[in-house]
C-alpha cells in the first residue's frame, strides 16, 4: 500500500470528493487508535479533523499561541451558565496533544457498571487487556518516580503520607521526557506520547490520509446508511469556512469528535437518537484549591502530574466520590482558572511559584438521580453548543468535602494560606479554620467548577430506548455507522479517560473490520 499523507486548508482550495472503505472523523484518542487497527488491516481510510496540523516546531510553550491553536473555543468553551470551565482539545492529535499524560487503565468496579447496569456484555478487564499491553508498549506507558516528582505533586505524595491516605505514583506515556512542564501546550520534543507523535504517524504511513482544518458538518443518511459525510475546510487564522468543501464517501463511518462535538454532528444530521445524542454527558467535576507555600512550589515546572489518590473514590451509597492530583499552573491557566478579579488575581500571579493548586475530579454518571451535562445546538453557532449541566445536592456536599479535604492536605504539606475559588474565596491561615467553608456558597457560579475530562452523549448500551450505540459501538438505527471516542461512556471512570479510550477504540476497530467485511 502506497502512505498516506497529511492535507491542510493550504492543500484544500478546490472542492473534492473522495471515496474510501472507512470515514473517521476526528484524530483524538478514539479516532487514532481507530484509524490505526484499520489502515493495518488494508483498509482505505480518511481522516477528518477539524483543528490545525501542529507539531512540535510550533509547541514553543507560550499559552496564547497554545490556547488559539490546539483547544476548542480558544480555551473558553463552557457550560451556558459559564457554572463550568471546560478544557477540550482541538487539533491533530486532539485532546491528546495537550494533555497531562496520566495514563490509567479502566477500574473493574466502572466496566462492571456498565455490564449491570447498561447490558454492555462485550467488554470486561479481560476483553480489554491485551488491548492496553499493546498501547501501553506502544506508547512507553511507565510509573513515572518518585524521584523525578516536581515540588507540586509532592505537597500532594507529602499531604497524603502524613495524614495516612492512599497514594500512589502515576504513569505517564512519555519516552525520554525532559520534565519541562509544558504538556499542556504540546510537547516541544514529541517525548509525549500523544496520538500526534505516535500513532496518526503509524497510521499515515501505513496510508491514512488525514485532512485537518475540515470540520465535518453533517452526515447525509438514508435508511439505515449513511452515504456521504460533508465537510467544510476551515481558514484558521479566522477560524472560518473558505467556502471550500470535502465530500467523503465511505462505506463505513466512524464518529470519533470527542464528547460534546459528536453528539454535535449527529444533531447537526438529524440523528438524535430518539433524544438520547447530546443527554448523560459527564464530565469529572473538579473543583480546586489553592495555597501559598513558604518554599517554591513552581506548579509550571516538571512533570505536570505524577502523584494520585483514589482514598474518597468510594464514598458510600448516596455519595459522589473523587481523586485526587494537582493541575500544572502556568499564567493564563491560573489566572483562567482564579475566581478572584483585579488586585486579588495581581497578587496570586506575583507569588505563582509559591503557589500549588490541588483538584479534586467526581466521578459523576453512578447514582441513579444524576444525568449530568446535555449538549443542544446553538442557533447561528458553527463550533459552539448549548451545554448545561444538571448540579445535584450530592455534587455540592461532595464539593465541599472535598474542599476541606484538600485544605488539610495543604496544610499537612506545610501551606501557610489556603484559598477556596469561590467568587469570594475562603481564605485559611490555619487548619482550625476549616469551618470557614461551612459558610461559603457552594452553588453554580459562586465557586469555579471545571473540566478536563469530557464522557458520555452517545452512551452505548444494549437497550436502544436508554442508549445511542450498541455494545458494539454502532448507531442503534443505522448500520454502517460507529461512535468510537469518550462520548460512548456510559458513565464517568473515576481515573484519567484517555487509556480507557484508546483501549476501546483499538477493541472496536476488529468489529468495525467485520461489519465492513
Ligand atoms: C488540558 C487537558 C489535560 C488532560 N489530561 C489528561 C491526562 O493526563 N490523562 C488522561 O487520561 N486524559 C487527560 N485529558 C483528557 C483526554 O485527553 C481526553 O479524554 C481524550 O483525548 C478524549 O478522546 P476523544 O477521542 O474522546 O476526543 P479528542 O481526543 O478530544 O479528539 C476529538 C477530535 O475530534 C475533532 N473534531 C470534533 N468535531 C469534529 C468535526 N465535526 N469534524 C472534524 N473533527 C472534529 C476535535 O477537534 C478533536 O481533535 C486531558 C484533557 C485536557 C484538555
Ligand atoms: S513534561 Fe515531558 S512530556 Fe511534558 S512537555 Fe515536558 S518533555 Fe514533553
Not at 484499520?38 to 490556547?67: I, N
Not at 499524560?101 to 468496579?109: G, L, V, Y
Not at 485526587?324 to 483562567?336: D, G, I, N, R, Y
Request: proline share 5%; hydrophobic share 40%; aromatic share 8%.
Amino acid at each position: 500500500m502506497t502512505a498516506g499523507r497529511i492535507f491542510t486548508h493550504e492543500d484544500l482550495t478546490k472542492d473534492l470528493t473522495v471515496e474510501c472503505d472507512v470515514c473517521v472523523i476526528g484524530s483524538g484518542a478514539g479516532g487514532a487508535w481507530t484509524a490505526h487497527e484499520l489502515v493495518k488491516q488494508g483498509k482505505r481510510v480518511v481522516m477528518l479533523e477539524e483543528g490545525g496540523y501542529h507539531t512540535r516546531r510550533e509547541f514553543d510553550m507560550t499559552e496564547a499561541r497554545a490556547f488559539t491553536n490546539l483547544y476548542q473555543e480558544l480555551g473558553d468553551r463552557g457550560t451556558d451558565d459559564l457554572a463550568i470551565t471546560i478544557l477540550q482539545g482541538r487539533s491533530v492529535g486532539g485532546g491528546t496533544t495537550v494533555n497531562w499524560c496520566s495514563s490509567f487503565r479502566t477500574p473493574d468496579r466502572i466496566i462492571q457498571t456498565w455490564r449491570d447496569r447498561f447490558g454492555i456484555d462485550t467488554l470486561s478487564t479481560e476483553i480489554l487487556t491485551p488491548h492496553w499491553e499493546a498501547i501501553e508498549k506502544r506508547l512507553h506507558v511507565a510509573q513515572w518516580p518518585l524521584e523525578m516528582i516536581n515540588a507540586n505533586n509532592k505537597v500532594l505524595w507529602d499531604g497524603l503520607g502524613k495524614l495516612g491516605y492512599e497514594r500512589s505514583l502515576i504513569r505517564r506515556n512519555v519516552n525520554n521526557c525532559l520534565n519541562l512542564g509544558y504538556c499542556g501546550m504540546g510537547c516541544p520534543v514529541d517525548a509525549k506520547q500523544s496520538m500526534l507523535a505516535t500513532i496518526l504517524p503509524d497510521a499515515v504511513e501505513k496510508g491514512l490520509d488525514l485532512y485537518a482544518n475540515c470540520s465535518a458538518r453533517q452526515l447525509e443518511w438514508s435508511g439505515r446508511r449513511v452515504t456521504a459525510v460533508k465537510a467544510e475546510v476551515i481558514d484558521p487564522a479566522k477560524n472560518r469556512f473558505t467556502g471550500v468543501r470535502v465530500t467523503v464517501k465511505p462505506k463505513l463511518t466512524v464518529v470519533s469528535g470527542g464528547a460534546i462535538n459528536s453528539p454535535g454532528l449527529l444533531l447537526r444530521s438529524g440523528l438524535d437518537g430518539e433524544g438520547r445524542v447530546g443527554t448523560r454527558t459527564w464530565l469529572h467535576p473538579v473543583v480546586a484549591m489553592l495555597a501559598e507555600f513558604p518554599f517554591e512550589v513552581k506548579a509550571f515546572s516538571g512533570a505536570p502530574q505524577s502523584v494520585s489518590s483514589h482514598h474518597f473514590i468510594d464514598r458510600g451509597p448516596g455519595e459522589v466520590g473523587f481523586f485526587l492530583e494537582v493541575p500544572p499552573l502556568h499564567p493564563l491557566l491560573a489566572a483562567t482558572a482564579s475566581t478572584g478579579t483585579g488586585a486579588l488575581v495581581q497578587d496570586m500571579l506575583g507569588k505563582l511559584p509559591f503557589i500549588n493548586s490541588m483538584l479534586a475530579i467526581h466521578v459523576d454518571g453512578l447514582l441513579p438521580e444524576e444525568t449530568g451535562a446535555t449538549v443542544r445546538l446553538k442557533d447561528g453557532a458553527n463550533f459552539k453548543y448549548s451545554i448545561t449541566y444538571d448540579f445535584k445536592k450530592a455534587h455540592w456536599d461532595a464539593f465541599r468535602f472535598a474542599c476541606k479535604e484538600m485544605a488539610k492536605l495543604q496544610f499537612a504539606a506545610g501551606a501557610k494560606r489556603v484559598a477556596s475559588l469561590h467568587l469570594d474565596p475562603v481564605v485559611m491561615e490555619k487548619p482550625e479554620e476549616l469551618d470557614k467553608l461551612d459558610a461559603a456558597r457552594f452553588e453554580p457560579v459562586r465557586m469555579r467548577v471545571l473540566t478536563a475530562h469530557q464522557m458520555g452523549g452517545c452512551a452505548m448500551g444494549k437497550d436502544p430506548r436508554t442508549s445511542v450505540v450498541d455494545p458494539h459501538l454502532k448507531f442503534h438505527t443505522m448500520d454502517n455507522l460507529f461512535v468510537v471516542d469518550g462520548s460512548v461512556l456510559p458513565t464517568s471512570l473515576g481515573v484519567n479517560p484517555q487509556e480507557t479510550i484508546y483501549g476501546i477504540a483499538r477493541w472496536a476497530a476488529q468489529g468495525i473490520a467485520t461489519a465492513l467485511a
